[in-house]
Structure formats: C-alpha cells, structure tokens
C-alpha cells in the first residue's frame, strides 16, 4: 500500500475562504481583481490533476532511480523531463510574477499552494522549479533594468532555471568565511572562481540554462559578512538579444548521495573564472541575498507541511484497514478476526497528530502567504512604508515557519511509520521515503538551531525589543476576547490568553538574562522557538474551529462532518499537543551555566 497522493482541496477551500477570506484579500491588491473565486477555482483544480497524475506517480521511481552524473552532466530519473515540459506548457512557473515578463501577475500566495501541492506530490521535483522562484525573486528586487529585461522572460517562462549559490567547504551558516573571488573585468563583467558546495538543482537536463545566483568577494572586500557582494552566473553565456552563447566556466564537479529526496539534484559547483555580473550594490550582497534565503526559508516550511499530509494519507487508509487485537472498549469489528488499527487510543494519537501539524501547518503557511501578497504589492507600488510593515510581520512568522513546521513534519512522517509497524520501514510502503525526504528540512537553508538564534537573538531581542512578540500576542488576545464566552471556544479561548502573557513574560526574562550573559540566548533559542510554534499553532487550530463552529452554528452546512471534525481535532491539539509548551518554557528559562562550563575534553573522557 503506497501512499496515493489527493490534493486536500477541501481543507484548502476552507482556509481559502472560511478561514482567512481570500477573495476579499484578493481585492485589495492590485491586479487582484484577476484572482476571481471561479479562476482560483480552476488554477486549484487543474494544479491538483498535475500533481496527482503527473507528479505523483514520479516520486518513488524517482527516489529508486535517483540522478546520474557523467563529467559533469545530470541526468534526472525517468519521467522527469517530460513532467517538466508539461510543468512549463502548462503556465505554471510564471503563476505570480509580473505580465511584463510573460507571467500570468495572479498573487504570490497562489504560487505558495501550487508549491504546496507539488512538494506534497514530488518534493524532489519540485526543488528545481522552486530555486528558481527564489532566483526571480532576487532579481525583481536587486537587478538592474537590463539585468531583468534579459534574464526574467526565459526564467519566467521556466526554459531556464536558476539556483543560489552560498556554501564553500569550509562554511555553511557562517557565510563571512566565503573565499569565492570576483575579479573586475575592463567591459564591466566579473571573473569568479570558487567551489560552492551542496547547490540544489546546480546542474540538470531539464533546462537550456541554470543562471546561479553567487555570493563572492571583491578584490578590495573588507572582511566577514561585510564584504560580500551577489553575482548572476549563468551556466551559458547570454547574448544581449537573449540567445545563448557558449559554455561558461562554471561545472558540477560531483553531485552528493544523500540520505533522500534522491531525484533532486544536489551539486558541488566549481567556478573557474566563470563570466558573471554584480547584482546590487558592492559588499550589500548578504542583505540581497535575503530575499533568496526567506523565499527558500518560506519553502522549506512547506515541505514540513507536505511531508506531514502526504504521511498522513498514507497511514490512515492503512489504520483503516489493517487488523490487529481487539479494542479495548470492546469489539469494534465483531465479524472480523480482530479490529483494525484505527480503534486503537494510541494509533489515533499518532494519526491526529499527523492530521493537527498538516492542517494547522497549512493554515499557518496561508496566513503568511497573505503577508507575502500585501510585501510584494507594496514593493510594486514603490510604497516603502507598505512594504517594510508587512516584511517585518513576515520576517517575525519565518523562523517559526522553517524551524518549527520542519520538526513537526519530520514528527509526523516518523508517526506514518509508526503507524506501518514494521512493513512501515521497508521500501515498498513508501512510507520510509517519506521520512528520509523530511529529514533535511530541519537542515537546510539554515538549521533549526540558526533559526531558534534567527527568531529570538535577532528579530526579537536585537531589532524590535520584543516588541514583534507583543504585536502577535496582541491578535491572539483579540481573538480570544472576542470567542471568551462562547461554548465551545471559551477554553481555547482563556489557554490562548494564558500564553499570550506567558510569551511575553518569558521574553521580558531572557531579555533580562541575557544582559548577565550572552550565552542565554543561545540556550534558550531553541527552546523559544518550539515554544513560539507551539502557542501560534494553537492559535491557527482556534482559528480554525471559530469558523467550523460558526458554520455549523448557522446551520445548513454542506458537510457538517467535515466541520465537527475541525472542531475535535483543535480540541486534542488543545489537550495533547499544545501541553508541551509547558516543558519548553520551563527548559528556556533553566540555568545554562553549567552548561556552558563543561570543557571541550569533558564531554567524554576515554
């Protein structure tokens, strides 16, 4: 029994448009009179069928077969480049960017659930269209006029790719030790030369081109994070009308063999004084950068998410059907020779886990999509001040996104195998694939321990003094005020208030402590953001059973059993998942003197 991926277009629809009201969001942007319910309503349907019956049907072969490397070419598994070309035939790369470069202009939040249904269906797949988004987005913002006119229609229409380029051997977060050099040339152009490490779809057979965006040094770069400038490389060399030219000196030197997502192409790059031009200003490169890195940070959350629901649709149908003992209450399948699994306190445990970080995941991921729409219009409209409220808002939920939804997702695809038992950790269940796949989510685009420090040392501590902290308590407490007497919502209602002062207080303390000593922050990071994910799950599941309980309230329901489900999966994240919180305010807030004493040759002694 493999896992057959179904787009969950019911639960989106809800999000959508019971939860947070996206057709009424969509006419506040601009241009977001296009984004009409019935053409949402097909971009959903017709994104679905691609997924289930193109992408989906790719994904163990895929992973069986892995990628090929022969001097410095990749070839993709089977199917792979045909499903690509259907990927490009059918629109989809261009979804949310600007008509003015052949894209369709629809908001940046129906690109998000495109990328959520195909990361669900093919999470390795969907990497190489989804560093190019990261790559357009860097563009759009930092590239000059001509850097854009040139670069955005091919990548745009999807016939080229692109990737980022920030990894050296010897450094991975700490981007300040890059040693890639750039050297002027007389016309204006760069000659880099470096080797860039772990570079997702650096090379493959899917495009004619792979533009990479490249950090590297100046010759006259003042040291660490300050002297590092951004760089476009192409892999072919481009002609001012467009066309191709020759080969550029940039090559894969080997691709790695990973623990999962096998079909995605993950490469060491090795520049050899490859031709290539400076985006943005010289030694701003880093600050540029970041709009790459929260795009694929943003990404990264989905795959928490996708892995989360594509375990779930796999373990539940075998709950469903795989018999084992009898239920404790008594005999729930009396004329068969035991119950299935479903019947069982614990299986179901394991399966609302599953259910509660896929649902709640999602909405959460919705929520931000709608920041992203309100970012980028104020960056359309030239209207600065639009554009900083709503990336400061963005830049507080991103960590909690990555960090968070990618343990929680790696949580849930361990319970699909649980689920399985033992036929869970062989291969042709597919379920172990999944887990393997969600095991690098929490790795990169900054581990969760970088984006514990992300969250609490610097957009916490460091840049508001708490004060992103206080403005999402805020939300919470009005929502909170607002359900406080209301029957079935009152006890979500007065937890939510409780942690909402808790979370401040708890920042008010670290705050403190860490003027003693620095090293609290770092002990406590991780702890604040599981914390911090915990509260603001919560509040998104609360979210969610307002509008299934003013549903059912009003009578009429389409599906009542769909919402009264909403209801009691909200009550037992309430009841058994929302109570690990507790622990984490608790460990945050311990002594890490101790800790922090131990010396390096004390952690064993042979």
């Known amino acids: ?78 199917g792979f480049k045909a499903a690509y070309q259907a990927y490009i035939d059918g629109g989809w790369q261009g979804l949310s960017h600007p008509e003015s470069f052949g894209g369709q202009g629809l908001p940046m939040s129906l690109g998000l659930i495109k990328a959520e249904m195909m990361g669900t269906a093919n999470w390795s797949f969907s990497m190489y269209p989804g560093l190019s988004l990261g790559c357009m987005n860097t563009l759009m913002q930092h590239a000059s006029e001509e850097q854009k006119a040139l670069y955005m229609p091919p990548l745009v229409s999807g016939i080229w790719s692109g990737t980022m380029c920030l990894t050296e051997p010897q450094c991975g977060t700490d981007l300040g030790q890059v040693r890639t050099r750039a050297e002027p040339q007389p016309d204006g152009s760069y000659r880099l030369t470096g080797t860039k490490i772990f570079i997702s779809a650096g090379e493959h057979d899917l495009t004619e081109n792979i533009i990479h965006i490249v950090l590297a040094r100046l010759p006259d770069a003042p040291s660490g994070t300050r002297g590092i400038s951004l760089f476009l490389v192409p892999k072919f060399k481009v002609h001012a009308d467009g066309s191709l030219g020759e080969r550029n000196l ?211 501590l460091l840049l508001t003094k708490g004060q992103c902290v206080r403005e999402f308590t805020a939300d919470i407490l009005k929502f909170a005020a607002k359900h406080a007497r209301h029957r079935r919502l009152r006890s979500m209602a007065w937890s939510l208030t409780k942690l909402s002062a808790e979370w401040n207080y708890l920042t008010a303390r670290i705050m403190l402590s860490a003027r003693k000593n620095r090293d609290m922050v770092g002990a406590a990071s991780h702890d604040f953001l599981m914390y911090s994910g915990y509260v603001t799950l919560g509040y998104f599941w609360a979210l969610q059973a307002a509008a299934a309980a003013e549903k059912l309230a009003q009578g009429g329901a389409d599906s009542p059993e769909f919402y009264e489900s909403k209801l009691l999966a909200a009550d037992f994240y309430f009841a058994k998942l929302l109570p690990r919180a507790r622990g984490h305010a608790e460990s945050m807030l311990a002594s890490c003197s101790g800790m922090m004493r131990l010396s390096a040759d004390q952690f064993a002694m042979f």
């Not at 808002?393 to 038992?421: D, H, S």
């Open 250 to 460: 940039v090559s894969a030197g080997s691709i790695e063999h990973k623990m999962g997502i096998r079909a995605s192409a993950t490469c060491v790059l090795n520049f050899d004084g490859a031709e290539g031009y400076l985006i943005a200003q010289p030694n701003a490169g880093l600050e540029a950068m970041f709009t790459f890195m929260n795009t694929a940070r943003i990404g990264t959350a989905v795959q928490g998410v996708a892995h989360a629901e594509l375990s779930f649709q796999g373990s539940l149908p075998y709950a469903k059907e795989r018999r084992s003992m009898r239920s404790l209450s008594g005999k729930k399948d009396p004329d068969k020779v035991a119950d299935a699994l479903i019947w069982h306190p614990d299986v179901r445990r394991m399966l609302l886990t599953q259910k509660c970080i896929a649902e709640g995941g999602r909405s959460m991921i919705y929520l931000a999509a709608q920041y992203a729409d309100r970012m980028v219009a104020g960056m359309l409209n030239g209207d600065q001040k639009t554009y900083q409220h709503w990336d400061d808002k963005l830049g507080f939920l991103t960590p909690i996104l990555k960090g968070f939804l990618t343990e929680m997702g790696l949580e849930a695809a361990n319970l699909g195998m649980q689920v399985f038992g033992g036929h869970g950790y062989i291969q042709e269940h597919g379920m172990e694939q999944i887990a393997r796949d969600a095991r690098i989510a929490t790795l990169y685009e900054g581990t969760t321990g970088i984006q514990g420090l992300d969250l609490l040392g610097r957009k916490v």
């Open 1 to 78: 029994m493999m896992p057959q991926y179904k787009a969950p277009l019911r639960d989106m629809r809800f999000l959508m448009n019971e939860v947070f009201d996206f057709p009424g969001h969509y006419h506040t942007l601009p241009g977001g009179e296009e984004a009409s319910p019935d053409m949402v309503e097909a971009i959903l349907g017709e994104c679905a069928r691609f997924c289930e019956e193109v992408l989906a049907p790719l994904n163990l072969s895929g992973d069986l077969e892995g990628c090929h490397f022969d001097q410095g070419e990749v070839r993709t598994p089977a």
